[in-house]
């Protein structure tokens, strides 16, 4: 009889005053059956009548499926010893169908307490733990700047549908960025640089020195790059020109480090001084597509360049799916004088940028990613791009071009 193998100890006379409680009893004793058949197993006389216990894994499978058989007999012989019982006292059938059907009834409900509260328990564990990791995330020493670099790369421009409204928030766009980036570089930057010995004062790390983070995001995974070296015995428009020459190129380099074929579209008037572009990047196993605004300007104090993505406009809208990613960054140049003799020692180029991701971080092609522009985000490309510029200038094989202002080269 299934059903009365379920309840074990139950006597039909309490059936009106059987409770969850008297089923966890039940349960109790048939542990504490299997506890002392368990015992019977690790436990042997010694020659002196003692006994001592074995270790368990002296207990070989045989005597666990031994002590088993005789655990199902002697629960077998209570079954029927309980059906017996029950068919003696209670026999009418409606009424023991009757009170097994009870019995079975609070046998579920304390089964279901006994799991809610197991639930309960493993949840505030789980609460508990997590707020641990909160806290040990709050207090880990490696720190994440690439939420902060994106947040100070990136303006979140948004343009209107008429067009001179347009302009002005393009110029709007090209004012704050010459403004303001320069300085913010050159703060970001510093506290790569900056390093602490053992007695505590930071000194100024030797260049060329870069960093690469990674942010999770709720929505999103942000990468970010922060380079920063030395270029020597130059001048600031050479450097400039080197640098208006890497971007002018982009195309080309991506076709030959990634395979990635870009189309550029102009999106604004020739006459604007703000170029505002559509790009369209299609590699083998990827493409996407980014509206950017281009700012740049060349000062006796400094060079820079900054790309920042435009995410939001009417005119030119860019799916979700095509814009998967973007990326934006921003590169200055600033001439080191000696003090004394004012002569041009080196130009100190700073290179910053960032990469947004509409995946999380424990996606597996974000890693990918990261190896396949890592020579974008530790600055390797560029300075190679720079370096070769400036070796055909001094081979005599190439002109340099004094632009103040710079255009992505338009294919």
Known sequence: MGSIQEVCHIDPDQENRYSPSDMSECQDQRSKEEGEESVAIVTKRSSQGSYHSTRAKKVTTTHKVRALRELVASMEKEVQRLESKWTIQVPDDRVLAMARRCAMEKYAANQSEMMQAQLQELLFQQQFRFASLQTALLRAPLHSNASEVFHALHFDTQLSQHEDEREKGLVAHNLRSLSTLP????????????????????????????????????????????????????????????????????????????????????????????????????????????????????????????????????????????????????????????????????????????????????????????????????????????????????????????RQNWTLDIQ
């Open 183 to 402: 300085s913010l570089v050159d703060q970001t930057t510093q506290r790569i640089l900056q390093t602490t010995t053992t007695g505590g004062n930071p000194v100024m790390s030797r260049t060329p020195v870069s960093q690469i983070d990674i942010a999770g995001c709720s929505d999103c995974t942000l990468i970010s790059g922060i380079f920063v070296s030395e270029i020597p015995r130059t001048s600031l428009e050479v450097v400039y020109a080197a640098v208006l020459a890497y971007f002018d190129s982009v195309a080309t380099a991506m076709k030959s480090h990634f395979d990635i074929e870009t189309r550029h579209q102009k999106l604004n008037s020739i006459e604007s001084p703000v170029h505002y572009q559509q790009s369209s990047f299609k590699g083998p196993k990827v493409s996407w597509t980014e509206n950017n605004i281009v700012c740049s300007e060349l000062t006796p104090s400094h060079g820079m360049v900054h790309i920042d993505a435009v995410t939001d406009d009417p005119l030119y809208p860019v799916s979700n799916t095509a814009s998967s990613r973007y990326g934006i960054c921003c590169l200055t140049l600033s001439p080191r004088k000696d003090l004394v003799t004012g002569e041009m020692l080196s130009v100190t180029l700073r290179w910053v940028v960032a990469y947004r991701y509409n995946r999380l971080a424990d996606d597996p092609e974000i890693e990918k990613e990261v190896e396949t522009i890592r020579p974008i985000l530790n600055g390797d490309l560029i300075t190679a791009s720079v370096c070769r510029f400036l070796q055909e200038v001094q081979q005599g094989r190439r002109q340099i071009l004094h």
